[in-house]
């Protein structure tokens, strides 16, 4: 693990899709707000670190446990399946934000990647989905 102890911030979902591959392996990302929660290019989200195998968010002894608590975050999906979505968006279209929004929909609601030849394109990705 990094142990990457930097202090937490708050980022859009556009900004973390759209430097995924720069994000830090062993991160989680977390979501602000209610069920259903909506995926859009300015939701608010959080990268935080993995700070070593034997510590998870959900542990006491997580550093960013008060940040989580203060900004009613909740875990939603690790790092490197919000980079397995990106980049399998990627290899099938140019990467456009509103692809990548609809393939992290798509994944979050169905636990899969999207196949965008299969999906009629929407006229906005501003949709409801699932929380797993």
């Known amino acids: 693990m990094d142990g990457d102890l930097r202090p937490p911030r ?8 759209r ?15 209610r069920r259903p929660w ?12 993995k700070v070593s195998k ?6 006491k ?15 939603l999906i690790d ?3 919000v980079q397995d979505v990106v980049s399998n968006a990627r290899a099938q279209r140019r990467g ?11 994944y979050i609601g169905h636990d899969a990647f999207i196949a965008f030849e ?6 906005s990705s501003k949709r409801s989905v699932r929380q797993r």
């Not at 300015?42 to 935080?48: F, G, M």
């Not at 299969?118 to 006229?123: G, K, L, M, V």
């Open 19 to 33: 430097h995924a591959a720069r994000l830090s392996h062993y991160g989680d990302l977390f979501v602000q707000g």
């Open 118 to 123: 299969e999906i009629p394109r929407p006229a």
């Open 54 to 59: 034997d510590i998870t968010w959900e542990d």
């Open 10 to 17: 708050l980022r859009s979902l556009e900004d973390v899709l």
């Open 96 to 106: 456009s934000m509103d692809d990548l929004t609809l393939a992290f929909d798509y």
């Open 79 to 81: 790092v490197p399946a």
């Open 61 to 75: 002894e997580y550093p960013h446990r008060r940040f989580i608590r203060e900004n009613k975050l909740r875990y």
């Open 38 to 49: 909506k995926v859009t290019r300015d939701a608010v989200v959080a990268v935080l670190p």
